[in-house]
């Protein structure tokens, strides 16, 4: 089967959706199928590289030329809500090369190859990461609150507050028009959990999909040469870890504050990319690490007394999550979202209300004060993992693929300058 990944980001890139369609690309390159990736070039990286296998390409944008104006952030661009004209024509020239059967997006990059699906004959899965169907800021979060649901001037309102008003504005109305024709053209939608196909207005609709959730590498809670060469050096005894955007929708503020009234606590350690919104003070016996290779990343969960993820939005379906997990480290995470489709309370870890520091705090103390609970916890996490591992979800995805095509009679497109065969 040839596959053709269209994703905005991937590694060198560091972050949950660049992890999936690197392990997935990598996955379905072992299985036998050709896979190339589309994704969006950034100063420094090459255009055309080999990720064993795979092949990557990236491609330069007419937002980018301009990002001072539209929506890219110029050290992290991002692909628009719309149709980018030379994302579109770079696209086609890469459909032309790779006539893949599959295409498979990921986030908005996608939507520079609408234009291109009828002449492409291949068939359209996309995988929804989070809320960008329906919220232009894809948190689906109405200022700090969670939204009752999407609408025109209330997106356009809170998009203008996020973005700034222009380009809010503009945001706003490119998504509805976009998502409208997303809708339209896509064969089948892909989202990652209950909450993420609920929250993007799937269930009850016409739409068909199918929940896959993320997943992790088979071998990812096992230790890898090379990987306790740490890029700085973490707390010599156990810690509490976060892994993530160090951003107030993350809960990092709510765990700041839990963290701060609990007394004789171990060190805390954050890792992630700074923001705007990333506290600037974090308080003693916390330790900040920012943009760790993902290598890194999994040296720190397998060091770590228990994982923390305290986000206030609904989060979709962290892959860190996961990686604790298969760690066999118990994680103490929020009711929302996602979360408790991965986290089974109370077994392999707890829930707590979100955005609040002091239902945090207790289940920090009770984790703390029983050892032997957190370790029985950390066993079943590395045994629900399995069902979260490239084995369990990859063989789903490749049957999505198998059914959409076997709604399609249309033959790959061919080579730019090939020529027809007549058959008499």
């Given at each position: 089967m040839r596959i053709l990944m269209v994703a905005g980001f991937y590694p060198p890139s560091i972050g949950g959706i660049e992890q999936h369609v690197h392990h997935l690309s990598r996955e379905l390159e072992a299985r036998g199928h050709h896979v190339a990736v589309a994704t969006l070039w950034n100063r420094g990286w090459a255009t055309f590289e080999r990720d064993g296998g795979v092949r990557i390409y990236r491609l330069r944008g007419t937002v980018h030329r301009a990002s001072r104006f539209v929506l890219s952030d110029p050290a992290r661009p991002y692909a628009p809500p719309f149709p980018d004209p030379e994302l579109v024509g770079g696209l086609a020239r890469l459909v032309a090369r790779e006539r893949p059967e599959i295409v498979h997006g990921h986030d908005w990059l996608v939507r520079s190859f609408l234009p291109l699906k009828r002449w492409s004959r291949a068939r359209l899965v996309v995988s929804l990461h989070d809320y960008g169907l329906a919220c232009p800021k894809w948190t689906l979060l109405f200022g700090d609150a969670l939204c009752s649901g999407p609408g025109l001037a209330k997106c356009a309102l809170c998009a203008g507050r996020h973005y700034g008003p222009a380009k809010g504005l503009l945001a706003a109305f490119a998504n509805r028009l976009m998502g409208m024709a997303q809708r339209a053209i896509v064969d089948l939608y892909l989202p990652v959990s209950q909450a993420v196909a609920a929250g993007n207005g799937l269930?009850?609709?016409?739409?068909?999909?199918?929940?896959?959730?993320?997943?992790v590498p088979d071998d990812a809670g096992t230790p890898r040469a090379g990987d306790e060469r740490l890029p700085a050096p973490l707390p010599s005894d156990r810690f509490l870890l976060f892994v993530g955007a160090l951003r107030r929708y993350k809960g990092v503020e709510v765990l700041l504050k839990a963290y701060a009234g609990l007394p004789d606590a171990p060190p805390l350690v954050l890792i992630g990319s700074s923001w705007p919104d990333s506290p600037v003070s974090t308080g003693p016996h916390t330790l900040v690490l920012r943009n760790w290779p993902h290598e890194a990343v999994m040296e720190a969960w397998r060091r770590c007394l228990l994982g923390l993820a305290p986000s206030v939005w609904p989060e979709p379906c962290p892959t860190v999550v996961m990686e604790a997990m298969a760690c066999g480290r118990a994680v103490i995470a929020s009711r929302i979202g996602g979360l408790p489709e991965l986290i089974a309370d109370g077994e392999t870890g707890l829930l707590v209300t979100p955005?609040?520091?002091?239902?945090?705090?207790?289940?920090l103390r009770h984790l703390l004060d029983h050892a032997e609970l957190r370790e029985r916890m950390g066993q079943a996490a590395r045994q629900r993992?399995?069902?979260?591992?490239?084995?369990?979800?990859?063989?789903?995805?490749?049957?999505?693929?198998?059914?959409?095509l076997a709604a399609s009679t249309l033959p790959p497109p061919r080579p730019a300058g090939a020529r027809q065969e007549v058959v008499a």
């Open positions: 269930t009850g609709s016409h739409l068909r999909y199918r929940v896959i959730p993320n997943f955005g609040e520091p002091e239902a945090l705090r207790a289940a993992v399995v069902q979260f591992q490239a084995d369990s979800v990859v063989p789903r995805i490749e049957q999505a693929y198998r059914e959409v």
